[in-house]
């Protein structure tokens, strides 16, 4: 996918899989779009998803942590959550091998 900046984006995807499939673009960037909706509703769910020679996906949450709040001066603590990755072997292996 060759761009002038460094970032892939849904629409060179798009451009991408119509240059090798021949189908509608529109057609193609809905599938995408639906496809990366349920990877957020996975994770979200709390789920592990998992993309076979990609990797996994997961919703991690950290301790509970204090934090101080200025505008009242009190402590307000929070869960923090957030999204791993954890990339396949195979992918490591292309990574490193590219």
């Known amino acids: 996918m060759p761009r002038k900046n ?8 798009v451009k991408q899989v119509k240059k090798n499939t021949g189908y509608d673009e529109k057609l193609i960037k809905e599938v995408i779009e639906l496809y990366f909706e ?3 509703r996975g994770i979200l769910s709390e789920k592990q998803v998992r993309l076979s020679n990609f990797g996994v996906f997961m919703l991690k ?18 869960n923090i959550k957030t999204v791993s990755f954890k990339p396949s072997k195979a992918l490591k292996r292309k990574v490193r091998d590219s």
């Not at 460094?6 to 995807?13: C, F, G, M, W």
């Not at 101080?68 to 001066?73: A, I, Q």
């Open 38 to 40: 349920e990877i957020k």
């Open 61 to 78: 949450t950290w301790k509970n942590s204090a934090y101080y709040n200025p505008n009242d001066k009190t402590k307000v603590y929070k």
């Open 6 to 13: 460094k970032y892939a984006t849904i629409r060179d995807l």
